[in-house]
């Protein structure tokens, strides 16, 4: 049996599957390859099975999302070290040898992060993940890379073995023991956030994160929820929120989440001076979904919530009002 499975959630992306799949299985001989298809109603299926017999393809019995969607599938696969792939990723030669390199050397890192650029300009960082993410105090997550709307360019900056505290899911590698451990991801996000809600509790639980330079892939982004997309804003103020009840130290819940919801309030205004409406709708809705779960999330805390989970009080002070653009400057 091969050590790594690559995992690659597909609903409706046959498009995507025939632009990115051939550079999987050309540089994945170290790999078992899956697809994981959320009951897709295309030829995504036929498209696998005629062109590439050698994939195994999962099932699910409907479109579960990110998190519930790989959580069902992964239960299917044997092999020690996962690897979740978007659909719309280019991987490169030899991709997958630093990483097993990783896992077999360094047995306290649960989960790794390849340098991920933009396919559509690939001397630049990408978008969802860059060089490795963090989060201020507040739950905001940047990158060693992209600091909100600042993508830098790849000018070997962050060639490097580093620990970082979330790997983006654009590209997700995990050993199989910490994610059963950890129970996965936690379905109730559906989609966003859910993989840096699972780094933090691998570190709550003692394990490592970080991010090598020495495995490149390439990431199209946002070709599954588009940015601009409401439904991605109420998602990711939603399951912010969400993740730092679940995680914060005790103690720190109350003044954290008041200043964030403040700080939600600031975001709202600005979609509306912006004529975002949808946005700004979607951020109310957030909260009020945020309110209704937040008696279920108090039940999920832990006793091991670590106090180091952050490098910078405020990201968004840093940017906006002290031109913090880049990693080094924050």
């Known amino acids: 049996m091969k050590k790594i499975a690559v995992v690659i959630l597909n609903w ?23 697809l994981a298809d959320n ?71 649960a989960i790794i992060q390849p340098k991920i650029l933009d396919f559509k300009n690939k001397s630049l960082f990408e978008y969802a993940g860059a060089a490795g993410g963090f989060i201020d105090k507040y739950g905001y997550p940047y990158c060693r890379g992209r600091i909100f709307e600042t993508v830098e360019k790849d ?5 490097d073995f580093y620990e ?23 379905e109730s996000f559906f989609a966003h956030q859910e993989e840096i809600d699972l780094c933090w509790r691998s570190k709550n ?3 490592k994160t970080c991010y090598t330079f020495q495995s490149i892939i390439y990431h199209v982004g946002g070709a599954t929820l588009k940015e601009s997309n409401p439904k991605k804003t109420f998602l990711n103020f ?12 005790e103690g720190k819940i109350l003044p954290i989440i008041f200043t964030r919801l403040f700080l939600d309030g600031i975001a709202g205004i600005q979609f509306i001076l912006k004529g975002k409406l949808s946005h700004c709708w979607a ?12 008696n279920k999330y108090l039940k ?17 002070y840093n940017y906006f009002i002290k031109g913090g653009k880049v990693f080094e400057e924050n």
């Open 300 to 316: 999920k805390r832990t006793n091991n919530q670590t106090e180091s989970y952050f490098k910078t009080n405020s990201i968004v």
């Open 238 to 249: 939603r399951n912010s929120l969400l993740m730092l009840v679940k995680n914060l130290p």
């Open 12 to 34: 409706n992306g046959v498009k995507l599957l025939e632009q990115f799949l051939p550079s999987v299985m050309s540089y994945s001989p170290e790999a078992t390859i899956y």
């Open 39 to 109: 009951a897709s109603t295309d030829s995504s299926i036929e498209f696998v099975k005629t062109n590439y017999p050698d994939i195994k393809i999962i099932q699910n019995e409907g479109n579960f999302g990110y998190a519930q969607g790989y959580n069902v599938a992964l239960k299917d696969v044997e092999e020690p070290y996962f690897c979740l792939l978007n659909s719309d990723v280019e991987v490169t030669e030899n991709w997958l040898k630093p990483i097993l390199e990783i896992f077999e050397k360094e047995k306290n890192v």
């Open 155 to 159: 000018n070997g900056q962050y060639d």
């Open 164 to 186: 970082i505290f979330w790997a983006s899911g654009a590209c997700f590698f995990i050993r199989k023991e910490v994610f059963n451990q950890l129970g996965g991801f936690d």
């Open 283 to 294: 951020i109310i809705k957030a909260h009020f979904h945020f309110y209704h779960l937040l």
């Open 205 to 207: 639980a003692g394990y």
